[in-house]
């Protein structure tokens, strides 16, 4: 008999889990999406969600854990309703709003969220909780109610969605687009094949319609693989994404396919035809394998005379009598500094063309995150007078990971945080753990980022348009931590607003049995 | 201290003139060679007691000479540090059966103290930790 609560919490559980379980599935089982954020960590991250959640917002809870609810704004900010939530989490009361949110795929839905907060014996508040319905539809309907008045504009969009509708317009797009287009019967027969297919393959308008699919050409679509994708097309509405299909074809030789198809779909409507887009990839990606071979044999050779370099410079340091001027000492370990450096952007490069082409190789093997970040930081500290790295927090986890590339995207996060807040002299440095997940934050008070560019950032090559000419870099350091955070099944986001600074926080799954401690 | 005889291999001269002054130090004697073709007979000729070995080199690389010294009965035994400024360098130089890997550019300790341990016998492969 457990005493919980005075036995309040005594469902009809056995035990004080089997009633935590129940009430967590009743939790999975509210058609209302449910939110818990950590009030004690800084911006309340998410700690849980429940199914609904996933369902109206589109996201997996392994990709929203340990952010910040806004998101789901994406870059719809100028909204009232963020103001009240702001004010309502500072003052700590309740609230009830409509905001617009967005999906995981950019769709637009209201969201009616009511948002409390929950308090401790000592009147602390220790987590918030919000409670999401898609209203969407109500909205729509007061909306509709009013635009019914602009009779005339309707009748207008009503003629050209019918222009839309017939299978003229269709037909039309498909003959100019510059891609390969079949249509397709549901059972595979040809009802059309644009001009750019018949040019690429080199054949006829009368060999492909009215043709089976699968009996075209040499059957080089006669794939047990892609057969079985295609006929899930029409029942289950997945598309075929990027297949791949090598093949010697008649007429033009081997050469690398890409298709995809899709269910043809106007106006909301789905029709019973399938759009197969076919492209060929053969040229890009033997530019792609050239570009690789080129990087990495450049990388090789501006290796070369840096070593030597490095070399000398190092039996120079040893050279140095204890008569030599401090000078001439404090010159020569620069140069060495900036040999490193050099040396770090050749391997940047490197990695760039690697994470293309999915060469990147993890080693992952456990090891102590914490130890980890204090001696990633202890090391940045020690070089950047400049600035003070202020750690909070701990994890107290065991990472299967790769350490050393883990190092690199802390080490790439504090650089950034120097690099863009050159007045400021702070930054801030936050370890937590959420849920099965470890978060690390990187706050600084510097330039920070506008919204549009929040997502950009992550871009092999993007930089922030004025920060390019007074900042040195190549665009490339973030793209690369994102890939390797995303190869440990984690996430990596920004939140910030111009002028005021950037945090800069990752998520990585703690494996199982692999946390200590608490 | 017993003196030993090194042979070094690098296609690139610079990289041979400055490993020559760097192992200088170490008081044993030095033999260079650009050419990777010399390699086998000169190690027949002269049986130097370790070879610092690059990879990437005209005609003969060093991961094929390197698997011909492991498949020699004469000389399967001897150690070779390979040292390379290949991505992939760590891996090839371990799957072709060599003592110690050394990335371009290396830190003058670790290369010395490297050295020292295949010198004395306390390396022979390369363990499997990256
Ligand atoms: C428990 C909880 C749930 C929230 N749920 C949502 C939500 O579903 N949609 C949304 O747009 N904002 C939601 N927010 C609000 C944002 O997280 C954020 O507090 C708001 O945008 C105001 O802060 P900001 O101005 O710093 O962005 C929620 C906040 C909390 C604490
Ligand atoms: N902490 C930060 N504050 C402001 N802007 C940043 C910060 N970190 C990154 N950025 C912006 O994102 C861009 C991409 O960053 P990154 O990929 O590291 O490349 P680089 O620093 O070499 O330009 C930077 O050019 C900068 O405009
Ligand atoms: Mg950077």
């Known amino acids: 008999m457990n005493t919980f609560r005075n036995g309040k919490f005594n469902l009809s559980g056995e035990s004080l889990t089997d009633n935590f379980e129940l009430l967590v599935k009743a939790l999975d089982a509210s058609i209302s999406g449910i939110i818990i954020t950590d009030n ?36 719809d900010r100028a909204q009232p309703a963020r103001q009240k939530l702001s004010d309502c989490i500072k003052i700590g009361s309740d609230c009830l709003v409509e905001i617009r949110n967005y999906r995981k795929n950019g769709d637009l839905f209201w969201n009616e969220l009511y948002m409390s907060p929950v308090k401790d014996k000592s009147g602390h508040i220790t987590h ?57 019967d549901p059972q595979f027969n040809v009802i059309s094949a644009n001009g750019h297919f018949l040019k690429t393959f080199k054949v006829s308008s009368e060999e492909t319609v009215n043709k089976h699919l699968y009996e075209l050409g040499n059957h080089q679509w006669d794939i047990p693989q892609l057969k079985e994708l295609l006929v899930k097309i029409l029942p289950t509405n997945n598309p075929v994404v990027d297949f791949e299909v090598e093949h010697d074809f008649p007429h033009i030789g081997r050469k690398l396919m890409l298709l995809n198809a899709y269910r043809v779909e106007l106006e909301g409507q789905y ?28 990388s090789h050779e501006l290796k070369t005379p840096l070593t030597t370099i490095k070399g000398y ?6 050279m140095v009598s204890s008569e030599a001027g401090e000078r001439f000492k404090t010159t020569l370990d620069k140069v060495a500094v900036y040999v490193d450096r050099l040396n770090n952007l050749i391997a940047e490069l490197l990695d760039v063309s690697r994470i293309q082409s999915g060469k990147i190789e993890l080693h ?62 702070e930054i801030f440095i936050h370890l937590s753990r959420v849920s099965e997940y470890v978060k690390v934050s990187v706050t600084d008070h510097g330039l920070g980022i506008s919204i549009e560019d929040q997502k950009k950032v992550f871009e092999r090559f993007f930089r922030v348009g004025d920060v390019q000419e007074r900042f040195p870099g190549m665009g490339i350091g973030l793209y690369i931590c994102d890939q390797i955070i995303k190869n440990h099944k984690g996430t990596l986001w920004v939140d910030s607003k111009k002028g005021e600074g950037s945090t800069f926080s990752f998520t990585l799954p703690i494996g199982e049995g692999q946390a200590n401690g608490n | 201290m017993e003196i030993k005889k090194i042979l070094v291999c690098d296609d690139d001269e610079g990289i041979l003139d ?113």
Not at chain 1, 313 to 318: E, F, N
Not at chain 1, 409 to 416: A, D, E, W
Not at chain 2, 93 to 106: D, H, L, R, T, V
Not at chain 2, 108 to 118: G, M, R
Request: a negative charge; proline letters at 3%; hydrophobic letters at 40%.
């Open chain 1, 40 to 75: 004690n960590q800084p911006d309340n991250p998410i700690v849980y969600c429940n199914k609904a959640f996933e369902k109206i917002s589109g996201y997996q809870r392994s990709e929203i854990i340990g952010h910040n609810c806004r998101f789901l704004q994406k870059d």
């Open chain 1, 271 to 298: 029709k019973d035809q399938i759009l197969l887009a076919i492209e060929d990839i053969t040229d890009r990606r033997e530019i792609e394998r050239r570009k690789d071979d080129f990087l990495s044999i450049a």
């Open chain 1, 313 to 318: 410079i190092q039996a120079l340091q040893r």
């Open chain 2, 18 to 130: 400055m490993l020559a002054l760097i192992l200088e130090e170490t008081g044993h004697e030095i033999l260079l060679e650009n050419n990777s073709m010399n390699v086998l007979s000169i190690i027949e000729t002269q049986s130097p007691d370790l070879i610092l070995l690059d990879l990437w080199m005209p005609v003969i690389s060093g991961d094929q000479l390197l698997k011909s010294i492991r498949a020699n009965s004469d000389m399967h035994d001897l150690p070779v540090i390979v040292i390379s400024a290949s991505r992939d360098g760590r891996k090839i130089a371990q799957q072709a059966g060599a003592s110690a890997y050394i990335a371009k550019p290396f830190d003058y300790q670790e290369l010395i103290d490297s050295v020292d341990a295949c010198l004395s016998g306390d390396i022979t492969h390369m363990s499997n930790t990256i």
């Open chain 1, 364 to 425: 992952k093997t456990p090891f102590n995150f914490d130890a980890m970040i204090g001696e990633t930081i202890e090391a940045m500290q020690t070089s950047t007078p400049s600035h003070h790295f202020i750690l909070k927090g701990s994890t107290n986890s065991l990472i299967e990971g790769d350490e050393s590339h883990l190092i690199q995207v802390v080490n790439n996060l504090l650089s950034n945080a120097v690099k863009y807040s050159p007045e400021s002299k």
């Open chain 1, 128 to 184: 918030f909780i919000g409670v999401q319905n898609d209203v969407t539809d109500r909205k729509k309907a007061e909306q509709d109610l009013r635009q019914q008045k602009d009779l005339m504009e309707k009748k207008i969009e009503e003629r050209t969605a019918e222009l839309r509708d017939s299978e003229a317009f269709l037909s039309s797009i498909i003959q100019t687009v510059r891609e390969s287009l079949l249509v397709l």
